[in-house]
């Protein structure tokens, strides 16, 4: 399915996600990520620490949600967004040379996208030794423009 | 902060009841129903003995009813005083420190008050040609009769000195943790919790304040003591109302926090029902002490909280420039929804809570107003679009790369 032009423009304009994800108990946590999204397999990828909230609430419940919108705080018709929701998948931590041939081609792209995307913030700074990569496999997403709403549906991996 | 054991604050009739079996091994509230009840049953007693008028163990027991719940309230204070976190500014903590020193002091201060009542007044029944003893006893009582009625008037005296003593060093604690409050800097504070308690205090005093009435009946003869009783009342009263009032305009967030709450335009709302999470922008406002946002009647989100109220609710401040000013904070807990049921009630809020978002959003108040919009955007006020609070159980704080856990 090909992605609409405005949706596509969101996400590769915009430095900022809200990551949501959900603990057993059903309570929601929220924390503002950097992105970056793959046009050919229509995945996001963010990079968190391993040990953080988020990675927790995904060992315990795949489900993530992801909004990256522009906002305006004059006019609500000029705000648009999108957010996608789908499960999320942890890559393996292990040393580098422990890592498996996909897994390494996995980080050696995602950071190279990263690096391109947030060179100013991140110049050169490496992957840390806790940073693991979550993708987030849509399921659906939702896009607004002011009040207008339209809602996209994929097809589940596999 | 030391880590000696905290030794059990005790006022001086608490430590002696504390020591003397049964009252020692039952808990506070247990122990003061027995107190109750063994003072009642040696009243009626007494009563049947020598042969006192119904009038009289009626009068007698008001004064046990008035001593016992004036206990009961006052006796939470060192229990809920117990359970208190330091506040995180050094100064607040310094001064709830110095309040429960001088509250608890060793030197047992809070009974001078109730001396100061108790002696002018045994003066006054017994010197000064009232008629308020034969009104409660009838004509020439017994000695033994005489000493239990001291006793009682010992016990309330104590008491009314217990509540001037205790709103009194309220009052002073919330002017002064008011003050204190507006030199804070970055993350000082001190936790919603605590002010809560505090405040709940405050509010048990106005409670005895007004169980103060009680004691009407027993002076009815006597125009000064009425007087004196209602001065009392309307002092304790109004001393505690205000330093409730006080205490719910001292800030609950750190300055830090406060300021970016306060001065934010948007916010992200995370909901999840059943595993699946759900995050959206949305408008918002902050009264200085409450969030509110807004949401559409026909929302996803809405429809997901009325089934699940647990939320993640994330402020922030973005700026690609410099990612060590970026900022953000994430409160998670539940939220309230409100809705028509709530107009009577809370209506006075709700309309603050719109009245602030006609002020912060004016062109969205204007926007949505035009009827062109699909019906679940127009603003119809309060109906449309639904007003929900944010009730924060944790908070989290994010500086630059930093975080840091602040206590609610």
């Given at each position: 399915?090909r992605?609409p032009?405005?949706?596509?423009?969101?996400?590769y304009?915009?430095?900022?996600g809200?990551?949501?994800?959900s603990?057993?108990?059903?309570?929601?946590?929220?924390t503002?990520?950097?992105?970056?999204?793959?046009?050919?397999s229509?995945?996001?990828?963010?990079?968190?620490?391993?040990?953080s909230?988020?990675?927790?609430?995904?060992?315990?419940?795949p489900?993530i949600s992801?909004?990256?919108d522009i906002?305006?705080?004059v006019?609500?018709f000029?705000?648009?967004?999108?957010?996608?929701?789908g499960?999320a998948?942890?890559?393996?931590?292990?040393?580098?040379?422990f890592?498996?041939e996909?897994?390494?081609?996995?980080?050696?792209?995602?950071?190279?996208?990263?690096k391109?995307?947030?060179?100013?913030?991140?110049?050169?700074k490496?992957?840390?030794?806790?940073d693991?990569?979550i993708q987030?496999?849509?399921?659906k997403?939702v896009?607004?423009?002011?009040p207008?709403?339209?809602?996209l549906?994929?097809?589940?991996?596999? | 902060?030391?880590?000696?054991?905290?030794k059990?604050?005790?006022?001086?009739?608490e430590?002696?009841v504390g020591?003397?079996?049964?009252f020692?091994l039952?808990?506070?509230?247990y122990?003061?129903l027995?107190?109750?009840?063994?003072l009642?049953?040696i009243?009626?007693?007494l009563?049947?003995?020598?042969d006192?008028?119904?009038?009289?163990l009626?009068?007698g027991?008001?004064?046990?009813?008035?001593a016992?719940?004036w206990?009961?309230?006052?006796?939470?204070?060192?229990?809920t005083?117990r359970?208190?976190?330091?506040?995180l500014?050094k100064?607040?903590?310094?001064?709830?420190?110095?309040?429960?020193g001088?509250?608890?002091?060793?030197?047992?201060y809070?009974?001078?008050?109730?001396?100061?009542?108790f002696i002018?007044f045994?003066f006054?029944?017994y010197?000064f040609?009232?008629d308020?003893?034969?009104m409660w006893?009838?004509k020439?009582?017994?000695?033994?009769?005489?000493?239990?009625v001291?006793?009682?008037i010992w016990?309330?005296?104590?008491r009314?000195?217990l509540?001037l003593?205790?709103?009194v060093?309220?009052?002073?604690?919330?002017?002064?943790?008011?003050?204190l409050?507006?030199?804070?800097?970055?993350?000082e504070h001190?936790?919603?919790?605590?002010?809560r308690y505090?405040?709940?205090?405050?509010?048990?005093?106005v409670?005895?304040?007004l169980?103060?009435?009680l004691?009407?009946?027993?002076?009815?003869t006597?125009a000064?003591l009425?007087v004196?009783t209602?001065f009392f009342m309307s002092?304790?009263?109004l001393?505690s109302l205000?330093?409730?009032?006080?205490?719910?305009?001292v800030?609950?967030?750190?300055?830090d926090?406060?300021n970016?709450?306060?001065?934010?335009?948007?916010?992200y709302?995370?909901t999840?029902?059943?595993g699946?999470?759900?995050?959206?922008?949305v408008?918002?406002?902050?009264?200085?002490?409450k969030i509110?946002?807004n949401?559409?009647?026909?929302?996803?989100?809405?429809k997901?909280?009325?089934?699940?109220?647990k939320v993640?609710?994330?402020i922030?401040?973005?700026?690609?420039?410099?990612?060590?000013e970026?900022k953000?904070?994430?409160?998670?807990?539940?939220?309230?929804?409100?809705?028509?049921m709530d107009?009577?009630?809370?209506?006075?809020?709700?309309l603050a809570?719109l009245?602030?978002?006609?002020?912060?959003?004016?062109?969205?108040t204007?926007?949505?107003?035009?009827?062109e919009?699909p019906?679940?955007w127009?603003?119809?006020p309060i109906?449309?679009?639904?007003?929900?609070e944010?009730k924060p159980?944790?908070?989290?704080?994010w500086r630059?790369?930093?975080q840091?856990?602040?206590?609610?």
């Amino acid at each position: 399915m090909r992605i609409p032009e405005e949706i596509r423009n969101i996400l590769y304009g915009n430095y900022f996600g809200y990551v949501c994800t959900s603990d057993k108990n059903d309570q929601p946590h929220l924390t503002p990520v950097f992105f970056i999204y793959d046009e050919n397999s229509q995945k996001l990828f963010f990079i968190t620490n391993d040990r953080s909230k988020k990675v927790k609430n995904l060992s315990e419940n795949p489900n993530i949600s992801i909004t990256i919108d522009i906002r305006d705080p004059v006019n609500p018709f000029n705000n648009e967004g999108v957010m996608a929701q789908g499960t999320a998948a942890i890559t393996d931590k292990a040393p580098i040379y422990f890592l498996s041939e996909e897994t390494l081609q996995l980080y050696y792209d995602i950071y190279h996208e990263f690096k391109s995307k947030y060179q100013k913030v991140i110049e050169n700074k490496p992957l840390g030794e806790n940073d693991v990569i979550i993708q987030i496999n849509v399921e659906k997403m939702v896009y607004w423009k002011g009040p207008h709403f339209k809602s996209l549906k994929f097809k589940k991996d596999e | 902060m030391d880590n000696e054991p905290v030794k059990e604050k005790k006022w001086i009739y608490e430590e002696i009841v504390g020591r003397i079996p049964p009252f020692s091994l039952l808990s506070y509230k247990y122990s003061i129903l027995l107190q109750f009840l063994l003072l009642l049953v040696i009243g009626i007693t007494l009563g049947f003995i020598f042969d006192l008028e119904q009038i009289s163990l009626l009068y007698g027991s008001l004064a046990i009813l008035v001593a016992v719940s004036w206990s009961l309230l006052i006796l939470q204070l060192a229990p809920t005083l117990r359970k208190f976190r330091a506040p995180l500014s050094k100064d607040e903590n310094e001064l709830l420190e110095r309040y429960k020193g001088i509250l608890f002091h060793k030197n047992h201060y809070e009974a001078v008050p109730g001396l100061v009542i108790f002696i002018p007044f045994m003066f006054y029944l017994y010197y000064f040609g009232t008629d308020l003893l034969d009104m409660w006893l009838g004509k020439s009582p017994h000695p033994i009769l005489l000493l239990f009625v001291s006793l009682l008037i010992w016990d309330i005296c104590y008491r009314m000195g217990l509540g001037l003593w205790t709103s009194v060093l309220a009052l002073w604690r919330s002017i002064r943790l008011k003050k204190l409050a507006e030199k804070r800097s970055e993350l000082e504070h001190t936790p919603y919790t605590e002010l809560r308690y505090l405040q709940k205090l405050d509010i048990n005093n106005v409670f005895f304040g007004l169980i103060s009435l009680l004691l009407l009946p027993l002076f009815k003869t006597d125009a000064f003591l009425v007087v004196i009783t209602l001065f009392f009342m309307s002092f304790v009263t109004l001393t505690s109302l205000y330093s409730a009032y006080i205490i719910s305009i001292v800030p609950w967030l750190p300055p830090d926090i406060y300021n970016l709450v306060n001065e934010s335009s948007f916010a992200y709302i995370g909901t999840s029902l059943k595993g699946k999470t759900h995050v959206t922008p949305v408008v918002y406002v902050f009264d200085g002490q409450k969030i509110f946002f807004n949401t559409s009647k026909e929302a996803k989100k809405l429809k997901i909280m009325q089934e699940n109220n647990k939320v993640a609710f994330l402020i922030d401040k973005r700026d690609m420039s410099n990612i060590y000013e970026n900022k953000a904070v994430l409160f998670t807990g539940e939220v309230k929804i409100y809705g028509i049921m709530d107009i009577p009630m809370h209506f006075i809020d709700m309309l603050a809570a719109l009245k602030l978002f006609m002020k912060k959003y004016p062109e969205y108040t204007k926007k949505y107003s035009t009827s062109e919009l699909p019906k679940a955007w127009q603003l119809t006020p309060i109906i449309a679009r639904i007003l929900v609070e944010v009730k924060p159980v944790k908070i989290i704080y994010w500086r630059g790369a930093k975080q840091i856990s602040v206590p609610v």
